[in-house]
């Protein structure tokens, strides 16, 4: 059973639109959230995280909500730019570990 | 930004044969990882390594694997022998802290073994 699914596996959006980028788990114990953004032929890169503390985290264009009751959250890419045409990856880890599991990733294109 | 290094990108080796994966952390990091991506699947934990140690493995980390980090050169994951199914994008991840903070990752080694 895969413990982390994002959704859609891809999205296209006009340049300026909100992109929604969605993922649930299935682990209570995870408690520390980041995404990563990766463009062809680059590593991952953090993007942004988020811990259970808080339903929400801003980032400039980027935000966070997070649902601990659901085991959602979301990342909510505002005034989309092409620059932001990558995969992004949902990943989790529980307390007081460096393991991360991550999703299968949702590609992300913004069209001009 | 701080950049962690994987030498080679790529490795093709016959089934059998030994590898050696090679990463080179950011330089003041502590907490090393692997982890394997197979082709249209999602990255999956290999193993991390702290202070000289495996720290925590996952199931994939099979007996043939190993990883060390002699003298604080590079941190390297070694298979021996290679098995068709350990064909894979190998990634390598170092953070300053443990726990729950940020990786930074390496570019990849992709391994076809045949």
């Known amino acids: 059973q895969q413990q982390v699914r994002q959704s859609p596996q891809s999205l296209t959006v006009w340049e300026g639109e909100t992109a929604i980028l969605n993922c649930s788990y299935e682990?209570?114990?995870?408690?520390?959230f980041p995404w990563y953004w990766q463009f062809p032929r680059e590593s991952p890169a953090l993007l942004i995280a988020i811990r259970p503390v808080s339903n929400k985290k801003e980032d400039g264009r980027f935000t966070i909500f997070f649902n601990k009751r659901e085991k959602k959250l979301s990342l909510h890419i505002t005034d989309s730019q092409p620059g932001d045409s990558a995969t992004y990856f949902c990943a989790a880890s529980p307390t007081n570990t460096g393991k991360l599991t991550f999703g299968d990733g949702t590609v992300l294109t913004v069209k001009p | 930004g701080p950049k962690v290094l994987q030498i080679p990108s790529h490795q093709i080796i016959d089934m059998g044969q030994m590898v050696t994966l090679n990463c080179d952390p950011v330089?003041?990091?502590?907490?090393f990882y692997w982890y394997k991506q197979i082709l249209g699947q999602q990255m999956e934990f290999l193993v991390n390594?702290?202070?000289?140690?495996?720290?925590?493995k996952s199931k994939l980390f099979k007996d043939q694997f190993s990883v060390e980090r002699p003298d604080g050169s590079y941190f390297t994951l070694k298979i021996q022998p290679t098995a068709l199914e350990d064909s894979a994008v190998y990634f390598c991840?170092?953070?300053?802290?443990?726990?729950?903070?940020?990786?930074?990752f390496g570019p990849g080694t992709r391994l076809t073994v045949l």
């Open positions: 390594f702290y202070n000289g140690k495996v720290m925590e």
């Open positions: 330089s003041n990091h502590l907490y």
């Open positions: 682990d209570s114990t995870f408690d520390y």
């Open positions: 991840a170092s953070s300053f802290w443990g726990g729950s903070y940020e990786q930074y």
